[in-house]
Nanobody, 129 residues
């Protein structure tokens, strides 16, 4: 099991930017493909973005493509989500997610909650109109 701690959430105006961070500990970071999911009150948790073990491959939800960028620094056991041009509909709790990928292809990027083994506690992002 890997422990995940998010930071960087907050309140921002429409069109603003935020950078989320997720620090992992407890297991070898490079054996995990990573992702970000979000959940607004009363809604199901949804996929935002994911990144392969080496950081070579990424995937994005259509709703954030071109505005959000996922990255990872394996030397620092840290994953990031740069969020630009934020909209009120981006308001949600954002969760860091880890999918064990030791024997998975190098292209593996999780895109569904059922593919996730470990979750962070979440960080609130609120975009005001």
């Amino acid at each position: 099991q890997v422990q995940l701690v998010e930071s960087g959430g907050g309140l921002v105006q429409t069109g603003g930017s935020l950078r989320l961070s997720c620090v992992a500990s407890g297991q070898t970071f490079t054996t995990y493909a990573m992702g970000w999911f979000r959940q607004d009150s009363g809604k199901e948790r949804e996929f935002v973005a994911s990144i392969s073990r080496a950081g070579t491959y990424t995937q994005y939800a259509n709703s954030v493509k071109g505005r959000f960028t996922i990255s990872r620094d394996n030397a620092a056991n840290t994953m990031y989500l740069q969020m630009n041009s934020l909209k009120p509909e981006d308001t949600a709790v954002y969760f860091c997610a880890a999918a064990k990928a030791t024997y998975a292809p190098s292209t593996y990027t999780p895109t569904s909650s059922v593919m996730i083994d470990d979750w962070g506690q979440g960080t609130q992002v609120t975009v005001s109109s």
